[in-house]
């Protein structure tokens, strides 16, 4: 199946500096990539929706200059955590979604994100 | 509006014994059902996927899964489980260029 590979997979940061999160399709070129967030227990939250070349769809209550996006290429997403806050430490999981197969998606590995 | 829901939170199976986890759906048009697993800490494997056809669907591990349309339902079920298989299982709904949604997720315990 597809890969897509999200690094770092653990990242910790002090408060007030930003961390990025990288998110690649390894073998396939997606035209949307989805970044979410789980709280632990907890079910994933969609954060946001990134196509290629295009702004990043926020969901509700998620703070766009918070977390930036950037989908540069159909291999490539970013989420940039700025400003990072303890209540911001989480595990975050990315998602890409196939060029020519427009419904299913293939998830990274995580990014656990501990801000001290 | 989309959602799912997974009524159990946790569930708890003797090795050996069948499983089904349950999930019920809500969706304007023809959903597309996803059923994912994830072990602590990591992120998520793909079981099943139902996007259109027969509507009992086999997947990876020997899971199986139903899709009922007049219960809007999607059931994941497994003849025997395994101490392997204890970990956190998600049921999502999506369908064609939209975003996925995922319910709140079922935790299975095995008893050895």
């Known amino acids: 199946g597809a890969v897509v590979s999200q690094h770092p997979s653990w990242v910790i940061c002090k408060s007030g500096t930003s961390v990025k999160i990288e998110c690649r399709s390894l073998d396939f070129q997606a035209t949307t990539m989805f970044w979410y967030r789980q709280f632990p227990k907890q079910s994933l939250m969609l954060m946001a929706t990134s196509n290629e070349g295009s702004k990043a769809t926020y969901e509700q209550g998620v703070e766009k200059d918070k977390f930036l996006i950037n989908h540069a290429s159909l291999t490539l997403s970013t989420l940039t955590v700025t400003s990072a806050h303890p209540e911001d430490s989480s595990f975050y999981i990315c998602?890409?979604?196939?060029?020519?197969?427009?419904?299913?998606?293939?998830f990274g590995q995580g990014t656990r994100l501990t801000v001290v | 509006a989309q959602s799912v829901t997974q009524p159990d939170i946790h569930i708890t199976v003797s090795e050996g014994a069948s499983l089904e986890l349950r999930c019920n759906y809500s969706?304007?048009?023809?959903?597309?059902l996803f059923w994912y697993v994830q072990s602590p800490g990591q992120g998520l494997q793909l079981l099943l996927k139902?996007?259109?056809?027969?509507?009992l669907v086999q997947g990876i591990k020997g899971f199986e899964a139903e899709f009922k349309r007049s219960q809007s339902s999607f059931n994941l079920r497994k003849p025997s489980v395994h101490w392997s298989d204890a970990a956190e299982y998600f049921c999502?709904?999506?369908?064609?260029?939209?975003?996925?949604?995922f319910g709140k997720g079922t935790r299975l315990h095995i008893l050895p």
């Open positions: 998602s890409a979604r196939v060029r020519q197969s427009n419904t299913e998606a293939f």
């Open positions: 139902y996007f259109s056809g027969d509507t």
């Open positions: 969706y304007g048009a023809t959903p597309y």
């Open positions: 999502a709904v999506g369908a064609v260029n939209d975003k996925i949604i």
